[in-house]
């Protein structure tokens, strides 16, 4: 049971950056998925989360109209898209789902996810 986040990288301020989050081991879509991240010296926050089947998602108030969560079922896939990216936007970001009893978790307490894909590096800098 794995999950593998990819695609960070470098982008300049009102650059855009898609993020990939691959499940093996198990169906993604029985089950909530979140995306953290974590900024040096800083606590980790959630991002987005999307819900399994009811299609409800979450943002943090920071990312609101700039970050899109969704899902692709059949890649057993979920993606962040962010666009018009800030330096403060820098961190590494986190994908992760909760254990099977709370798949259909719906919150954003880093406590409830229990696999975590491995981070990947987004720096927003010109």
């Known amino acids: 049971v794995q999950l593998q986040a990819s695609g960070g990288g470098l982008v300049q301020p009102g650059g855009s950056i898609r993020l990939s989050c691959t499940a093996s081991?198990?169906?993604?879509?029985?089950?909530?998925v979140a995306w953290f991240r974590q900024a040096p010296g800083k606590e980790r926050e959630a991002v987005s989360v999307?819900?399994?089947?009811?299609?409800?998602?979450f943002y943090t108030e920071s990312v609101r109209g700039r970050f899109t969560v969704s899902r692709d079922d059949a890649k057993n896939t979920v993606y962040l898209l962010m666009d018009n990216l800030k330096p403060e936007d820098t961190a590494v970001y986190y994908c992760?789902?909760?254990?099977?009893?709370?798949?259909?978790?719906?919150?954003?307490?880093?406590?409830?996810?229990?696999?975590w894909g491995q981070g990947t590096l987004v720096t927003v800098s010109s």
């Open positions: 992760a789902a909760p254990s099977y009893e709370l798949r259909q978790y719906y919150g954003t307490e880093w406590q409830r996810f229990t696999t």
């Open positions: 999307i819900h399994s089947q009811e299609g409800f998602t």
């Open positions: 081991g198990f169906n993604l879509d029985a089950y909530t």
